[in-house]
């Protein structure tokens, strides 16, 4: 029982992460770069894990700041970065 629950669970957790992604297409306004970094990161934490690879070196300022605010979300589970996700869409969504 417990083991179906938690399925059903990380299925409807994964289809609300997919709507998330849609709507984050359709949001009102631009949201700021701090704002798109932290989105940018949490996608990432959820669909490919911790960060690998090397920093962008060099004058790769934007590639650089991508890696970074990724690097910042290491250690955390996939869930919880989806939901952070879910709900930083969603809160941009209401503004």
Do not use: C
Not at 40 to 57: A, C, H, I, M, N
Not at 60 to 78: L, R, T
């Amino acid at each position: 029982m417990w083991q179906q629950k938690t399925i059903k669970n990380k299925h409807m957790n994964k289809e609300a992460f997919e709507k998330a992604v849609k709507d984050s297409k359709t949001l009102k306004s631009k949201p700021s770069n701090d704002i798109l970094l932290k989105l940018y990161s949490l996608y990432k934490q959820t669909t490919e894990g911790d960060v690998s690879g090397e920093r962008p070196g060099g004058f790769d300022f934007k590639g650089a700041a991508k890696f970074d605010a990724w690097e910042e979300q290491k250690g955390k589970s996939n869930d919880d970065a989806s939901q952070e996700y879910i709900d930083l869409v969603n809160k941009l969504l209401a503004e």
